[in-house]
């Protein structure tokens, strides 16, 4: 059985996308659309030989091709609300790529659209593939029951995008939106509870401050400390740091429970596995994944994902990651960019605010 993809969206990520559909049999993309001419001719060019698709300047004109049987969603995060509405008409299975939205309402209306589609709706939340993760995953059994969880990501800045996109809140949905998506659907992966509480403090303190785009400064926090409270006791927290860069690691995830701990880097080759009876630790290596093709920027996750989805599409399965697990991650990401984003105006305290919570109903 051969897939025929199309591509809507070729900057960085819709390349990447190209650059892994490449290396799977039985693929076949043959149309790409994209309003921007040169983000156009990177994908034709990262095509190569190998696949020679159509091209179109409005995504309208791909999804009414009745040859595609897979559409990938990789255009900024502001249209994948015009976007998922126009791909609801059809029946075409769809990675849409994170965040899902970059608003309450637009998620809430993909969610409850998803629901009536008749192809697969797939959210690229790819971290949950990467081989640390899985193999953290794979050892949970040896830390008794969970009670904390922690991620640090400290990163370079935002990368530039086609027209600057990217620097700013209104077609982000904001840094704990865009980025942090993938830290939060991990979190509720890994914690076997439900959010109830979220603590957040942030702000915009290195980075962009002297860029202008049309007279405008970029909004985008570059760091926030993010604190979850779960309904049955356990906690998660977010240490993002997007000034950063030079690191050995760019993320560490440890897993807490009541009898070890469990740590992990992203990039890295081993999960330390705590023994709090013993008073001991064990080193296990992780192994590579065999299937992974191509690497490319997240470690071979995006391969890995794609791989999962044509084989729910050929089987008929439900997605591995589907628009529930896509809204439940932007919901945590709305709340803790809103909470980071409120300023307290006595000059005595400080400029943001260092602690605050919302519930989650």
């Keep these: ?44 060019q990262t095509c190569e030989d190998q696949f020679k698709p159509r091209l179109y300047e409005d995504y309208k ?112 949905g904001g840094t704990l939106v865009e980025k942090c998506c993938h830290f939060f659907d991990l979190m509720n992966l890994m914690v076997p509870s439900k959010p109830t509480k979220i603590y957040a403090s942030g702000g915009q303190d290195v980075n962009h401050l002297e860029e202008k785009y049309e007279g405008k400064t970029p909004d985008i926090i570059d760091n926030s400390f993010v604190l979850i409270d779960y309904e049955e006791g356990q906690r998660a927290m977010l240490d993002l740091c997007m000034f950063a860069e030079a690191g050995k690691y760019e993320q560490e995830i440890v897993l807490t429970g009541d009898c070890g701990k469990l740590e992990t880097h992203m990039p890295g080759n081993e999960v330390l596995i705590t023994n709090r009876k013993k008073h001991s630790y064990e080193t296990i290596e992780i192994k590579d994944d065999t299937r992974v093709k191509e690497v490319g920027f997240h470690h071979g996750a995006s391969y890995i994902e794609h791989l999962e989805l044509i084989e729910c599409i050929k089987k008929g399965n439900q997605p591995l990651v589907d628009c529930q697990n896509g809204f439940d991650s932007i919901v945590l990401g709305l709340a803790a960019q809103e909470l980071s984003l409120i300023h307290i105006s006595e000059p005595t305290r400080p400029r943001l605010i260092s602690y605050a919570v919302l519930c989650l109903k």
């Excluded at 502001?78 to 637009?106: A, G, Q, W, Y």
């Excluded at 971290?127 to 059994?141: A, G, K, N, T, W």
Aim: charged share 25%.
């Design 61 to 172: 004109e791909l999804l009414m091709q009745q040859d595609i049987d897979v559409v990938v969603i990789a255009s900024p995060n502001h249209t994948h609300i015009e976007i998922m509405r126009e791909l609801f008409k059809t029946d075409k299975h769809v990675l849409l790529e994170k965040p899902m939205c970059t608003n309450l309402s637009d998620g809430m209306e993909v969610l409850e659209g998803s629901k009536k589609h008749k192809g697969i709706v797939w959210i690229g939340l790819e971290y949950r593939f990467m081989s640390p993760i899985q193999s953290l995953i794979s050892h949970v059994d040896k830390i008794g029951n969970i009670k904390m969880l922690s991620i640090r990501e400290h990163r370079f800045p935002f990368l530039e995008k086609v027209d600057n996109w990217n620097r700013f809140n209104k077609n982000t």
């Design 1 to 44: 059985m051969k897939l025929n993809y199309g591509i809507i969206g070729t900057g960085m990520m819709g390349c990447e996308h190209i650059r892994n559909l490449k290396k799977i049999p039985d693929v076949n993309i043959v149309a790409i659309a994209d309003p921007n001419e040169r983000s156009r001719k990177w994908a034709k």
